[in-house]
Each structure stands twice: as structure tokens, then as C-alpha cells.
């Protein structure tokens, strides 16, 4: 890394896990229990695809999922020493997940891209403009409020332009709104690129799975076979590995992402 001239930090959903933010087990019972016990829901993330019968249950679920993964700091501090490692580095970060932790920890955030999306973030379910609104007062108010897995009708979120329901900004289908923000960081992003073409790139992946490894993964074994002078560094719990053609210029290290970061 001390040899690179800049660092592409790609990072998936293994990154949040090893710092804590873990969907099922211990902290799922800890949050959920009640969800749990009603509905036989038996993690977060399937309960958010629960059919709630109604509105003011449905929020009382995603608004304790959204505090609790977004605006509650995460148990480890995996991302502050991933920061430190980036003391003094030229970097950027593109990242699948979408809680917040990179900005949280205290990284540049016209360093950052969230390809898809922000818990932070609400836009119109329609949707009816590209625009997204920051949710975290109206959050609080929810899970401050809700009583027996309700929350109060008046805190149900609807758009500010057309009065359609409110959604999470979360890429899920093609009503994934991109707002400017969304598309500010994608420029800056491709010109980090763009201008360092040719150097020597240390691209870092770090907990990247194949869910969607078209946003991260698949573009930086592209880039690292274009660029001779670039590196691929991949470390995620067994799923660490790369195509024969940059196994030169790799390194793969299938092991537990904090203390490897921890050590560093």
C-alpha cells in the first residue's frame, strides 16, 4: 500500500458485518424480538420484505431497521481503522453499502460514492422527480413514538410534490431515484480514474461478494488487467479469489476482515 500512488477502496456489505452490523443472531433478537415473536420474521433483512398489513406497522419496522443501521455508530471500529490506513493516501471509495459508515468514521465525503442509495434518504415511491429527502428527524420521531409495533398515522411519510407514500432510497428496482448528489459523486469518481490512468493503483476490495459484482468487483479485475502498474487486493471471509489473468498483480486473502484491518 505505501507504494501505491493512489488507493480505489471497494467495498460490500462484508465490510459492515465485520464491524458489527450484523442482520441476524444476538442483535436481530436484541432490536426485533417483538417483530420476531408477532410476524415469525427471524432476521432484518427478510423483514423488509414483509407484507405488513398495514402502513403504521411498516414503518414501525423500517424506522427501528434505518435507526439502528444508520444512525446508531457501528459496534466495531473497523472503518476508523480502515481511515487510518488512509492517512496522508490519495483514495476514493466505492461502496455498495448503503449505512452511512464510511462518512460516519470521518472519511471525505467527495471521496465517497454510494452506488446504491442511503438509509438516510427518503424519495417519492412513484417516483414522480429525481429528488431524495433526509429522513433522519422524521426516523427519530418513529421510533421514538411507535407503541405495540405502530407508529402514529400523522408520522407516515408522502411526498412533498405529488403526495404519493414515501420509500427508502435503496436500489431495488428501476424506481431507484439517482439524485445530483448521486450523479456529483459518480463524476467525481470517474475522474479520480480518468486522471490516474497509468499509476499505480492499488485497487482494495474489501467484503465484496456476488451479489452485484458488476457495481465493483468485475470492474476492478478490468482495470487492473489495463493498467500493468496497478494491484488487486481482495480480502473477504472464503470468498477471496480472482481470474488467472491478474493473478500476478493480485493478492487474495480469505480471513476475517477486522483483524486484518486491525493489523495493518
Not at 438509509?119 to 433526509?134: M, R
Request: proline fraction near 5%; charge should be negative.
Amino acid at each position: 500500500m505505501s507504494e501505491a500512488d493512489a488507493v480505489v477502496i471497494g467495498a460490500g456489505s462484508g465490510l459492515s458485518t465485520a464491524a458489527g452490523f450484523t442482520y441476524t443472531g444476538r442483535r436481530f433478537r436484541q432490536y426485533f424480538s417483538d417483530f420476531a415473536e408477532k410476524y415469525g420474521i427471524q432476521n432484518m433483512y427478510t423483514g423488509g420484505f414483509y407484507p405488513f398489513p398495514s402502513p403504521e406497522e411498516y414503518w414501525a419496522y423500517w424506522s427501528r431497521y434505518i435507526f439502528i443501521n444508520r444512525y446508531q455508530d457501528a459496534p466495531q471500529p473497523v472503518y476508523e481503522a480502515l481511515l487510518k490506513l488512509m492517512q496522508n493516501k490519495d483514495y476514493f471509495v466505492i461502496t455498495t453499502n448503503v449505512d452511512h459508515c464510511f462518512q460516519k468514521a470521518g472519511f471525505d465525503k467527495h471521496r465517497l460514492f454510494y452506488t446504491q442509495g442511503d438509509y438516510g434518504l427518503f424519495q417519492c415511491s412513484e417516483p414522480c422527480c429525481q429528488k431524495t429527502y433526509d429522513n433522519e428527524s422524521i426516523i427519530r420521531q418513529m421510533v421514538e413514538q411507535q407503541r405495540d409495533m405502530h407508529i402514529p398515522s400523522e408520522l407516515i411519510p408522502h411526498c412533498p410534490v405529488c403526495g404519493k407514500p414515501m420509500t427508502m432510497n435503496l436500489r431495488a428496482d428501476d424506481k431507484f431515484v439517482e439524485d445530483e448528489g448521486w450523479h456529483r459523486a459518480a463524476e467525481r469518481y470517474e475522474n479520480f480514474l480518468r486522471i490516474r490512468a497509468g499509476q499505480k493503483i492499488l485497487f482494495l476490495e474489501l467484503g465484496v461478494g456476488y451479489n452485484t459484482p458488476v457495481i465493483i468487483k468485475y470492474p476492478f479485475w478490468q482495470m487492473t488487467a489495463k493498467n500493468p502498474h496497478s494491484t488487486y487486493a481482495c480480502i473477504n471471509q472464503g470468498e477471496a479469489a480472482c481470474p488467472v489473468e491478474i493473478l500476478h498483480q493480485a493478492i487474495c486473502v480469505n480471513g476475517d476482515l477486522a483483524a486484518i484491518l486491525y493489523c495493518l
